[in-house]
């Protein structure tokens, strides 16, 4: 909304600092902060006293989770949510239709999420609701959003493949890329709700993950430096700077209680709204490929998973202790916060190796 004090630009020369998308950005990355560091207390007490027990603990999970983290209130989401959506509306151009798009996929996300969390908490349960339903209505809402995202997008490339590193091979999907895009948007959904194990172990790579996908936004919607990284344009994106910079200022504010011990969970209501989040923006500006090398934390986390399981059926043996990956590691006597610095080593690395894909062409 403050966007439209542009208008008055004329008259109050300073109001033309609006008209900027990184200092939008910055307003945006503040205001999410100060919002969940004001209110993130008191949504605390209230999560507690109206969850009880809290989040409950795996059965399967490692046995030290249930002396450690027993009785800590879940759906952290809520305030994260809440500080994104209030300082993107603020600070972001209400008038660009991706902004809106992005936002009602993690709103979306975030209320499928919630559900779940909720069934999990007043029926003291991990289980949640039917895994199925939950992939349907994920996808369902990442079918609608790729088929928007085409519409948006210049005819042939807005369905296009890009690959890093390659400044010209450029794969047409055709409709294709509707199915190829929901699955990219619903596999970051789940992989950074299944990163989300151990004490501000998912906050971080997300908040890493969105920094790189504001500049990546920032850049891909921007004529000049476009051209001049030989990166594909897309025009109005760059506004999803603005988004992203909501999600590191929440993302702050919210490591503040979720650092170990965490006084709160993100909770499904938070990772799989982030995780589409990210997903959404990785489609929309093309950088789908980019989003598994930059993401390389969550692929991990997801695969190992994947591997355990299918592992398990067709052999009886377990290939990890423990998954996901961050459980195997505990397992073999690694410390909480052992895994968790090293894992966001590790999640800066993978952001830096995929950044350099927008000169390396």
């Not at 509707?178 to 950074?192: E, K, M, P, T």
């Not at 093309?286 to 993401?295: F, M, N, P």
């Amino acid at each position: 909304m403050l966007y439209w004090l542009v208008e008055f630009a004329d008259k109050i020369s300073f109001l033309n600092v609006f008209r900027y998308i990184t200092f939008r950005t910055g307003g945006a990355m503040i205001t999410a902060l100060v919002f969940v560091f004001v209110l993130g207390s008191p949504i605390i007490d209230l999560l507690r006293m109206k969850q009880g027990r809290g989040q409950p603990i795996r059965e399967d999970g490692p046995q030290s989770h249930k002396k450690t983290k027993i009785g800590t209130p879940t759906m952290g989401g809520l305030m994260i949510l809440s500080a994104v959506a209030l300082a993107t509306m603020l600070w972001a151009n209400p008038a660009n239709p991706y902004v809106w798009l992005v936002l009602g996929v993690t709103l979306s996300f975030g209320a499928i999420g919630f559900y779940d969390d909720y069934l999990k908490v007043t029926k003291q349960t991990h289980a949640g609701f039917s895994g199925k339903l939950r992939l349907l209505a994920e996808t369902l809402i990442a079918i609608a959003a790729c088929i928007a995202i085409a519409k948006l997008g210049r005819p042939v490339f807005a369905t296009s493949l890009t690959f890093p590193f390659f400044k010209d091979l450029v794969v047409n999907l055709g409709w294709f890329f509707v199915i190829f895009g929901a699955l990219v948007i619903v596999g970051a959904g789940n992989a950074v709700n299944l990163t989300d194990g151990l004490d501000g172990l998912a906050i971080v790579p997300v908040m890493i993950a969105s920094m790189s996908f504001g500049l990546i936004a920032y850049l891909a919607g921007n004529v000049v430096f476009s051209d001049y990284l030989n990166i594909h344009y897309v025009a109005g994106t760059g506004e999803l700077a603005v988004l992203c910079g909501a999600v590191v200022g929440a993302g702050l504010g919210f490591l503040w209680f979720n650092a170990p011990p965490a006084s709160i969970f993100m909770g499904d209501t938070g990772s799989l709204a982030l995780g589409g989040m990210i997903g959404t923006i990785a489609v929309a500006t093309k950088h789908e490929i980019a989003l598994a090398i930059i993401g390389g934390l969550f692929v991990l986390e997801a695969v190992s998973v994947i591997v355990q399981v299918a592992s398990f059926k067709l052999t009886g043996k377990r290939v990890f202790a423990m998954a996901p990956i961050h459980h195997h590691f505990e397992q073999k006597g690694w410390t909480e916060p052992q895994i968790v610095i090293r894992f966001w080593i590790i999640s800066i690395v993978l952001a830096l190796v995929g950044l350099s894909t927008l000169k390396l062409r």
